[in-house]
């Protein structure tokens, strides 16, 4: 017997979320799990690749780097053997929209990690030697980018549909732009964006009282404030995107890939992000999925295909990967387009439409069990003042049926809306 509606939208309980504001602006905000062994404490900062201005293109990706070669006070290498000296893990990712650094320790030892933590983002040597030295590793993380020919395809697609638009180039950088980057063009970039009100602190576990205390009177809360005339404060457009179709060929590529790529709602826009999940799973997740039941499991045509959605501030996408032998991609596109095409009077049948509100809530509800991914989904959400439950994503799936989903999302998702890139290999001439 299959489950009720009912039983797929039932909300669980998780973790509570309390918010507070610091006296500079910058943002804590926590998530009591007393049950847990650990407490991850992660920092947020507006400062992923789209706030970088004309030659600082790679830099907010590079500083990452640059804050692990140590602080004014933590010599190279000092803060990951103190981290690990504590029973803990550290780790950093850079977007598009932000960046984060993230420990992950016994609760016991929280306080201590808090200092190490803020000390580095906050205060970063950035001395020339470790810049020097650091510059040819992230020089040489961007070649052996361009080496991997399924990379380049992905960014040959944004670039084609969303350049000259911040997200249209890497979060790497250009090679140019680095070269020509100093410590004190760093130092300014540094001070340009980790300031109070771009700046979120999240604790997520076995959380102490004590911990609280200790973040409220410490340099995070010394940040300086945003100054509402700071000719540096970059103002950033909304995503700006190029429908079409073209077609590359790319050195050492394994199979042929079909690469569409559609414009949706930001990130500020919950409602229609929880409309695009449920109807790129009803298209292509799973072997039950139109997408893969048809090309894969009926014609086999395609080795594999995917769909799935980026949510990002300026703008969402959402990107369809087909793989495929170089013979068949002619075959493979008309297809997609076909199957796309009927999505807009084709009924969604009860069985695929539960089976979307489950597989995407399922992925909410998982993500509530463990305390790195509550406090990331928790500092994301509040660096950009969305200050939702936790449990408002599952609240949001609610919001659409079967009929509401053909009506307002499958017509945003059909081949004329998006932009297509052919890719095949240079030996396939």
Request: charged share 25%; net charge negative.
């Amino acid at each position: 017997m299959g489950l009720c509606h009912g039983t797929l939208t039932a909300i669980p309980s998780g973790p509570v979320l309390e918010h507070r504001k610091l006296r500079n602006g910058s943002g804590l905000v926590t998530a009591a799990m007393p049950d847990a062994a650990l407490t991850c404490l992660d920092f947020w900062c507006r400062g992923g690749s789209a706030w970088e201005n004309d030659g600082e293109e790679g830099i907010a990706h590079f500083l990452e780097h640059m804050v692990f070669k140590g602080s004014r006070r933590l010599g190279p290498g000092e803060f990951d053997r103190r981290i690990e000296a504590l029973g803990g893990s550290s780790n950093a990712a850079t977007g598009f929209d932000d960046v984060h650094y993230h420990v992950l320790v016994p609760t016991a030892q929280s306080e201590e990690a808090l200092d190490l933590l803020l000390d580095l983002v906050l205060d970063p040597a950035l001395e020339q030697e470790s810049f020097s030295m650091e510059r040819d590793v992230v020089l040489e993380e961007i070649a052996q980018y361009r080496d991997q020919p399924d990379d380049q395809v992905l960014q040959t697609l944004l670039e084609l549909c969303c350049a000259p638009h911040c997200y249209g180039r890497p979060i790497l950088g250009w090679e140019k732009s680095l070269r020509e980057m100093d410590p004190a063009g760093m130092r300014r970039y540094h001070h340009r964006r980790y300031r109070g009100e771009n700046c979120c602190l999240s604790l997520a576990g076995n959380i102490r009282e004590d911990l609280i205390r200790h973040v409220l009177n410490s340099p995070l809360a010394e940040l300086g404030k945003l100054s509402d005339t700071d000719p540096s404060e970059t103002t950033r457009s909304a995503l700006s995107f190029r429908r079409g179709r073209e077609c590359r060929r790319f050195p050492r590529l394994e199979a042929a890939r079909l690469m569409m790529v559609w414009p949706m709602a930001s990130a500020n826009d919950q409602l229609a992000v929880a409309g695009a999940d449920l109807a790129t799973t009803i298209l292509a997740e799973g072997r039950r999925s139109r997408l893969v039941q048809r090309l894969r499991e009926e014609l086999q045509i395609v080795e594999s295909i995917d769909m799935d959605v980026t949510t990002l501030e300026l703008g969402s996408l959402v990107m369809l990967e087909a793989c495929c032998p170089d013979d068949q991609i002619e075959c493979v596109e008309v297809e997609i387009n076909r199957q796309l095409e009927q999505s807009l009077t084709s009924a969604i049948e009860e069985e695929e439409f539960n089976r979307a509100m489950q597989l995407v809530g399922n992925g909410h509800r998982f993500s509530l069990e463990a305390p790195g991914s509550v406090a990331a989904s928790a500092g994301s959400q509040t660096l950009w003042g969305r200050h939702r439950d936790l449990l408002a994503p599952l609240q949001d799936l609610t919001h659409w049926d079967a009929t509401a989903l053909r009506q307002q999302v499958m017509p945003l998702l059909q081949p004329g809306n998006s932009f297509t890139l052919i890719a095949r290999s240079e030996d396939n001439n």
